[in-house]
């Protein structure tokens, strides 16, 4: 077998994971050595046992060859940690994965990453913020990473494709079993701007415990990560935190005091992660690092050409503002909008650099 080939069926064998398969290797040179030792030979090493020794020397009873057919069926590439193209970020951490199950495609651009994360249980306010952010994140080069969850990370990969830019959605199940289920047609269009990513076995399930292995590849493949809403014992803190372990920049969107989704943001904030109020925040992090990345000095187009193909809501909120600061009060009795219409088509304004919001969410023509 192909050196690959033998790092596939190792990730398949239940308990051994990348820092057990790192050992093993450094023991015996390479992974198609590891299959031609007894189990006596594996066992002595550390951290590996009787149990687990026995699972090596019994992989052929493994569905390896179910694996590698669902892997052409699905159109999947496999990163190893040995690969040149596996994500550079990702491979400085203390413990990457072995091998990466990728729909789409990673690349070396890829490497100005940020992740954006946050609750599944998000406020309007938090949703809408995700969305504006990874959108502008993505319109300045930088790729958004994300975990495919309801909520915040939806919001984020949604915001980053309509910023035109790359995302990578990094799953807690195999790449046969999209969770949840009503991103899969996300995921799908995920795949062809960007990758969707996992380091479990294809028809892996999405088990509790992978979602923590999940987080620190979110964060592992960026150079930050950006908490935008998250309650006290949010799944989005453990990003934040193995983030801080891995070297990388934190930042956090605060929220009201009062908020219960905002509880784990604000205490980042008050523990010394960077506050996060727009994009520049976030850039002036990254300035001399990718200084190409950066806002360009040209000027944005006249208001004139960016007008064109505006919706029909788009259009009633613009003429209803005219030259005055208006709240949501106001320009729901003005347009007669019902508030979820108003509330989409005021991102989609902002993100297109045509309004702006002010505190207490009063809105301007640019």
Same mark, same amino acid.
């Given at each position: ?9 190792? +990730? ?15 023991? $015996? ?52 940690? $040995? ?5 550079? +970020? ?14 789409? +495609? ?108 999940? +987080? ?151």
């Amino acid at each position: 077998m192909e050196e690959r080939e033998c790092l596939v069926i190792l +990730n398949l064998i239940r308990g051994l994971g990348p820092a057990r398969i790192r050992s093993l290797m450094a023991h $015996f040179g390479s992974a198609a050595e590891i299959f031609r030792q007894p189990s006596s030979a594996l066992a002595r090493v550390p951290g590996i046992g009787a149990q687990i020794s026995r699972a090596i020397r019994n992989w052929e009873e493994l569905e390896y060859a179910e694996e590698f057919r669902l892997m052409e069926k699905l159109d999947l590439k496999i990163l190893t940690i $040995f690969d040149q193209d596996y994500p550079a +970020n990702l491979k400085e951490i203390y413990d990457p994965p072995s091998v990466l199950y990728v729909k789409g +495609n990673v690349i070396p651009e890829d490497k100005p990453a940020l992740a954006v994360v946050g609750s599944r249980r998000a406020s309007r306010y938090g949703l809408q913020a995700a969305r504006k952010l990874a959108a502008e994140i993505a319109g300045r080069g930088f790729t958004v990473v994300s975990g495919l969850a309801r909520g915040i990370d939806t919001e984020a990969h949604r915001g980053a494709l309509a910023g035109g830019g790359r995302t990578l959605a990094v799953l807690g199940s195999g790449l046969g079993n999209i969770y949840p289920g009503e991103n899969r047609e996300l995921a799908e269009e995920i795949s062809r701007s960007g990758a969707v990513i996992s380091e479990f076995p294809i028809r892996a399930v999405p088990d509790r415990q992978n979602f923590p292995l999940r +987080n620190r590849v979110v964060s592992g493949l960026s150079l930050g990560t950006v908490v935008v809403e998250a309650a006290e014992r949010s799944g989005a803190l453990i990003t934040a935190r193995l983030a801080m372990e891995q070297g990388r920049a934190v930042m956090a969107v605060p929220g009201r005091i009062d908020s219960y989704s905002a509880k784990g943001t604000n205490a980042l904030i008050r523990d010394g992660a960077k506050m996060v109020s727009g994009i520049d925040d976030i850039l002036g992090e990254f300035e001399y690092l990718f200084p190409e990345l950066q806002p360009p000095s040209a000027e944005a187009p006249p208001a004139s050409r960016r007008l064109e193909n505006l919706s029909p809501e788009e259009k009633l909120i613009w003429e209803a503002l005219g030259e005055e600061e208006m709240d949501m009060e106001a320009l729901l009795a003005r347009t007669g909008l019902p508030s979820p219409p108003l509330s989409a088509a005021l991102l989609s304004l902002e993100l297109k650099r045509l309004i702006k919001r002010l505190p207490g969410k009063v809105f301007i023509r640019s």
